[in-house]
C-alpha cells in the first residue's frame, strides 16, 4: 500500500550512497529537503549515513544491495515506490573498476565491472520509471542522473572496461532521454574529472602510494583550475540537474572538471609558449 512522503516530499534514490560522490549526494539531498533512499553494498557505512541524515532532521532509508544482483534491484525498487508512493530522482552514482588494458582484461572482471557500472543503471531505470511518471501533483516528471566520467572520452588506456561502461552511461542518457521526453522524465549524465575520493585516487599502488602520488602531479598538469574537484562540487551540480531550474536540460553529459577534458592540452602548451601569463 503505497504512502506519500511526509509533506509530500520528493524521493530521491542514490546507488553507491556509502562513501566517496554518492554519501556527499545523499547529504546535499537530505539537506535540499529530499527524502533520500541510500543503496550500496556496504552496510555499515551505509547505515551509518541513514543514522546520521536522520540525526540531521532529514529523511533517509538504507538499503543493502549488491547492484550486480539484479532479481535484488528489482526488488529494492518494488518496495521503495510502495513504501514511499514515488520516486522523483534516481542517481545512478555507484560504480566499480578493474584495472585491465583490452591486451589484460578477463571476461570475470569484464562482466562484473559491466554488471555493476551499465546494466545496474539501465535496469534501475527502467524499473524506476513507472514511479516517476508525470501526475498533476507533478508536472516536471522525473530526472535520472547518470555519473559517467571525463574516461569516457580522454582514457588512460589502464582500465578498458571502466572506459566503455563510462562511454555507454552517455549514450544510455542520450538513448533514454529521447525515449522518456514525452513523459516528462530528463535524462543527463555528469562526468566528472578528478575527484578527491579514495576511488579517484586509487590506481592500484597500495604498496608505495608512488603511482597515486604520479598520477596526482600528472593530473594536476593537465588540470587548468590546478587541484581535484571535491566531492561537494560534484554533489552540489547533481542537486541543480535534478531540479525544476534544470527543466530544459536533457539528453546531454554536463561536465565537472575544472576545465580538463577541453583544455588539458592547452594548459601545457600555455606554460611554454606564454610563460609569463601562467600563475600556477
Ligand atoms: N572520484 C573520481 O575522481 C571520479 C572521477 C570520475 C567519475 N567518478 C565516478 O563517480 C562515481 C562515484 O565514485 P567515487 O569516487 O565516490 O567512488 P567510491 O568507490 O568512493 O564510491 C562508489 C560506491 O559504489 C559502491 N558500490 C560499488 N559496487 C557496488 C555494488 N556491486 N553494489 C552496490 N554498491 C556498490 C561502493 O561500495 C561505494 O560506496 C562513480 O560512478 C565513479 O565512476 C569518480
Do not use: C
Given at each position: 500500500?503505497?504512502?506519500?512522503?511526509?509533506?509530500?516530499?520528493?524521493?530521491?534514490?542514490?546507488?553507491?550512497?556509502?562513501?566517496?560522490?554518492?554519501?556527499?549526494?545523499?547529504?546535499?539531498?537530505?539537506?535540499?529537503?529530499?527524502?533520500?533512499?541510500?543503496?550500496?553494498?556496504?552496510?555499515?557505512?551505509?547505515?551509518?549515513?541513514a543514522d546520521r541524515i536522520r540525526a540531521?532532521?532529514g529523511s533517509c532509508?538504507?538499503?543493502?544491495?549488491?547492484?550486480?544482483?539484479?532479481?535484488?534491484?528489482?526488488?529494492?525498487?518494488?518496495?521503495?515506490?510502495?513504501?514511499?508512493?514515488?520516486?522523483?530522482?534516481?542517481?545512478?552514482?555507484?560504480?566499480?573498476?578493474?584495472?585491465?588494458?583490452?591486451?589484460?582484461?578477463?571476461?570475470?572482471?569484464?562482466?562484473?565491472?559491466?554488471?555493476?557500472?551499465?546494466?545496474?543503471?539501465?535496469?534501475?531505470?527502467?524499473?524506476?520509471?513507472?514511479?516517476?511518471?508525470?501526475?498533476?501533483?507533478?508536472?516536471?516528471?522525473?530526472?535520472?542522473?547518470?555519473?559517467?566520467?571525463?574516461?569516457?572520452?580522454?582514457?588512460?588506456?589502464?582500465?578498458?572496461?571502466?572506459?566503455?561502461?563510462?562511454?555507454?552511461?552517455?549514450?544510455?542518457?542520450?538513448?533514454?532521454?529521447?525515449?522518456?521526453?514525452?513523459?516528462?522524465?530528463?535524462?543527463?549524465?555528469?562526468?566528472?574529472?578528478?575527484?578527491?575520493?579514495?576511488?579517484?585516487?586509487?590506481?592500484?599502488?597500495?604498496?608505495?602510494?608512488?603511482?597515486?602520488?604520479?598520477?596526482?602531479?600528472?593530473?594536476?598538469?593537465?588540470?587548468?583550475?590546478?587541484?581535484?574537484?571535491?566531492?561537494?562540487?560534484?554533489?552540489?551540480?547533481?542537486?541543480?540537474?535534478?531540479?525544476?531550474?534544470?527543466?530544459?536540460?536533457?539528453?546531454?553529459?554536463?561536465?565537472?572538471?575544472?576545465?580538463?577534458?577541453?583544455?588539458?592540452?592547452?594548459?601545457?602548451?600555455?606554460?611554454?609558449?606564454?610563460?609569463?601569463?601562467?600563475?600556477?
Open positions: 500500500m503505497a504512502t506519500n512522503t511526509k509533506n509530500n516530499q520528493r524521493v530521491a534514490l542514490v546507488t553507491g550512497a556509502a562513501r566517496g560522490i554518492g554519501e556527499t549526494i545523499a547529504h546535499v539531498f537530505a539537506s535540499a529537503g529530499y527524502y533520500v533512499v541510500a543503496i550500496d553494498i556496504l552496510s555499515d557505512e551505509l547505515n551509518a549515513l540531521s532532521g532509508d538504507a538499503y543493502t544491495v549488491d547492484l550486480a544482483d539484479l532479481y535484488a534491484v528489482e526488488s529494492t525498487v518494488e518496495q521503495i515506490g510502495e513504501s514511499l508512493g514515488r520516486i522523483d530522482v534516481l542517481v545512478n552514482n555507484a560504480a566499480t573498476r578493474s584495472l585491465h588494458s583490452v591486451r589484460g582484461i578477463t571476461k570475470e572482471a569484464w562482466d562484473k565491472v559491466l554488471a555493476i557500472n551499465i546494466t545496474a543503471p539501465v535496469f534501475l531505470s527502467k524499473w524506476v520509471i513507472p514511479w516517476m511518471r508525470r501526475t498533476d501533483a507533478r508536472p516536471h516528471g522525473g530526472a535520472i542522473i547518470n555519473i559517467s566520467s571525463v574516461e569516457a572520452n580522454i582514457p588512460k588506456g589502464v582500465a578498458v572496461s571502466y572506459a566503455v561502461t563510462k562511454g555507454g552511461l552517455l549514450s544510455f542518457t542520450y538513448d533514454a532521454a529521447a525515449s522518456l521526453a514525452d513523459i516528462g522524465i530528463r535524462v543527463v549524465a555528469l562526468s566528472p574529472g578528478a575527484i578527491e575520493t579514495a576511488f579517484g585516487a586509487d590506481y592500484g599502488d597500495a604498496d608505495s602510494g608512488k603511482l597515486e602520488a604520479d598520477m596526482r602531479a600528472h593530473s594536476l598538469q593537465v588540470i587548468p583550475m590546478g587541484r581535484w574537484g571535491t566531492t561537494d562540487e560534484i554533489a552540489k551540480a547533481v542537486l541543480w540537474l535534478a531540479s525544476d531550474d534544470a527543466s530544459f536540460v536533457t539528453g546531454t553529459e554536463f561536465r565537472v572538471d575544472g576545465g580538463m577534458t577541453q583544455t588539458w592540452m592547452a594548459h601545457d602548451v600555455k606554460k611554454q609558449i606564454l610563460p609569463d601569463e601562467f600563475e600556477s
